[in-house]
């Protein structure tokens, strides 16, 4: 999102001349969005039209130490979400405290036109897992993270503290490698998810994408085993092809599968989507269909939207 406005030390001095002698730039940027989206009948039926509203303001400031430390929050659909703090210590790393978000979770490579995968845009009704999870990330989830860059490796570290009702505490690792050859971005990540005390869920995801001109080709490989003797383990595939047909429009088409370990058949999903940016404004769509869907053989169930958003 474009930055609407920046603020140096006037617009908070009354509120921090008593706390702070360091200048301190504020910034805001927001988004609106109207959806129009249809499902088949497993869904449940309502208004088929939706909007969605956020603003996002940033205040940094500058330590003794030349670090530069930085506070956002969001206000979407008229409540607080998406709080961070970050410390950017230079060639140290940052460090990150957010509320709804984490990092160390893996990257998924496989570009998508409306900026979300195949995978997830079907139905809440999907069972299958078909990409890492990494840390929770839903809002009152408080994480703690760490990312810096090794040898041209970028790498992201994630801790959430364990939490109430017997619940363990998580960890997550993710690296990822944009230079190994012109093109071509590999990434990995791991994650260690304790939903109790005493077990909790192994993850591994592995993904690369390879740019051929106005193509990006790319697939993920995932894999989630649940510690318990008798849990369930998914594993899965995600692959797809985006191509940029010029600077505004980009379409793709990308398919994700996935293996449950006492299931007989796999659930698919299938995507095509396309995106176009007229300035500030985009407009994107896609025709989302699953097979298979919660593991039941026959079973079929689609989706399709379109989605207008700007951006200020």
């Known amino acids: 999102m474009n930055k609407l406005n920046k603020l140096g030390l006037t617009a908070l001095a009354g509120a921090l001349a008593a706390t702070s002698a360091q200048a301190v730039e504020m910034s805001v940027s927001g988004s609106m969005s109207v959806n129009f989206a249809t499902a088949d009948t497993t869904e449940t039926t309502g208004n088929k039209v939706s ?20 506070s956002s929050i969001e206000v979407d659909g008229g409540t607080y979400d998406d709080r961070s703090v970050t410390v950017d210590m230079g060639d140290s790393g940052t ?14 490579l496989v570009g998508a036109a409306y900026g979300s995968a195949g995978y997830s845009l079907v139905s809440a009704s999907t069972t299958g897992k078909h990409v890492i999870d990494g840390l929770d990330s839903g809002a009152g ?16 570290l994630g801790y959430t503290p364990g939490g109430t009702g017997g619940k363990g505490s998580s960890t997550a690792v993710s690296l990822k490698y944009a230079d190994l050859i012109d093109g071509l971005t590999l990434a990995a990540g791991m994650s260690d998810r304790n939903t109790s005390a005493a077990n909790g869920t192994d993850e591994l995801s592995l993904s690369a994408s390879y ?15 649940d510690d318990t003797a ?8 995600h692959y797809g092809v ?10 793709s088409y990308d398919k994700s599968i996935s293996d449950k370990s006492d299931a ?15 300035g500030s404004m985009t407009i994107k769509g ?19 939207a379109i989605d207008v958003s700007w951006s200020f």
């Open 211 to 225: 740019v051929v001109g106005g193509a990006t080709i790319g697939y993920t490989d995932y894999s989630s085993d």
């Open 141 to 156: 989830t408080v994480n703690l993270g760490y990312t810096t860059t090794v040898a041209g490796v970028s790498v992201g």
């Open 51 to 70: 909007m969605g509203d956020s603003l996002t303001f940033s205040g940094s400031g500058e330590t003794d130490q030349g670090w530069t430390v930085t």
């Open 95 to 108: 460090i990150h405290v957010q509320d709804s978000g984490a990092q160390g979770t893996g990257a998924d």
């Open 264 to 278: 007989a058949v796999d659930e698919e999903i299938n995507s095509i989507q396309a995106s176009y940016t007229m």
């Open 286 to 304: 896609h025709i989302s269909k699953a097979d298979n869907e919660q593991f039941s053989s026959g079973a079929e169930d689609e989706a399709k």
């Open 242 to 251: 985006s191509f940029a047909v010029n600077d505004d429009l980009t379409i």
């Open 230 to 237: 008798s849990g369930t383990d998914y594993d899965s595939r």
